[in-house]
């Protein structure tokens, strides 16, 4: 079944289109991959399917639970109620807040506490949030960063720092995760713990997760289909094997060197 399904969504600013007539269906449950030159539109295109941008044309409709909503023009909170998270490919982390007050934060769209029980401190407000700290914790000894949860984000590590960014997306309890080149300026060792650990996460919390990634090595392990953009356009979609020996993508992006990936 079709979690998300992209028909003809284009974004144009002015006389520039950054994203043309993209199609896409990403189904439950799959892990799949956006690869593409820089500049081809891959940011582009996550940031209308979370709203921080509206399309010049086109629909994105998310099926969860055997309901379909369009996502096009809807905020980015709304999105995010709607069951769509994601990191960033430039971190975007509350740096000046504790680790556990980044993962509190995300979970604070379902508290059922009213703001006068928030002032006042009454029970029904101080139950729900030892919960949320107890479920923080908990994704943080998932994500192994629950001994730094009184460390600010900022002096993190650079690989801790993308891995809270994925505890406080998971915080959201998305069913659709699209991760923003998850990897990116990571050493070698650090790209193959995340490929690991982005795999042990779908299954864990029966995530379906899109992912833009230039690590072809992460690419190419992880993912069971994989879309390539040039110039805003889809020009192929298939199976890694199938993109590796796709004449139209080495030409525009991978080069031989992808044949040995």
């Given at each position: 079944m079709s979690i998300l399904s992209v028909k003809k969504l284009t974004k144009s600013f002015g006389g520039l289109t950054a994203v043309s007539n993209v199609n896409m269906e990403i189904n439950e449950g799959e892990l799949v991959g956006l690869i593409g030159p820089n500049g081809a539109g891959k940011t582009t295109l996550f940031n209308l399917?979370?709203?921080?941008?509206?399309?010049?044309?086109?629909?994105?409709?998310?099926?969860?639970?055997?309901?379909?909503?369009?996502?096009?023009?809807?905020?980015?909170?709304?999105?995010?109620?709607?069951?769509?998270?994601?990191?960033?490919?430039?971190?975007?982390?509350?740096?000046?807040?504790?680790?556990?007050?980044?993962?509190?934060?995300?979970?604070?769209?379902n508290v059922k506490y009213g703001l006068i029980s928030s002032f006042l401190h009454l029970p029904s407000y101080r139950k729900e949030e030892d919960e949320l700290i107890r479920k923080s914790m908990e994704l943080l000894r998932i994500l192994r960063l629950d001994h730094k949860k009184d460390?600010?984000?900022?002096?993190?590590?650079?690989?801790?720092?993308?891995?809270?960014?994925?505890?406080?997306?998971?915080?959201?309890?998305?069913?659709?995760?699209?991760?923003?080149?998850?990897?990116?300026?990571?050493?070698?060792a650090e790209t193959a713990q995340l490929t690991e650990l982005i795999g042990w996460i779908r299954e864990k919390f029966n995530l379906t997760i899109l992912l833009i990634e230039h690590d072809m090595s992460l690419v190419m392990g992880i993912c069971e289909r994989i879309y390539v953009l040039d110039y805003g356009m889809i020009i192929a979609c298939g199976t890694p094997d199938e993109i590796k020996s796709n004449e139209r993508v080495i030409k525009a992006y991978l080069g031989e060197g992808l044949n040995n990936a």
């Open positions: 399917l979370t709203g921080f941008y509206v399309p010049t044309s086109g629909t994105i409709t998310l099926n969860v639970n055997g309901t379909s909503k369009s996502l096009g023009g809807l905020k980015p909170y709304t999105i995010c109620k709607n069951g769509v998270a994601r990191t960033f490919q430039n971190i975007r982390l509350f740096k000046d807040l504790t680790v556990l007050d980044n993962v509190r934060i995300a979970m604070h769209k460390e600010l984000a900022k002096n993190l590590p650079y690989g801790e720092q993308r891995h809270l960014e994925i505890a406080r997306a998971l915080a959201t309890n998305p069913s659709l995760l699209l991760l923003d080149e998850p990897a990116a300026g990571m050493n070698p």
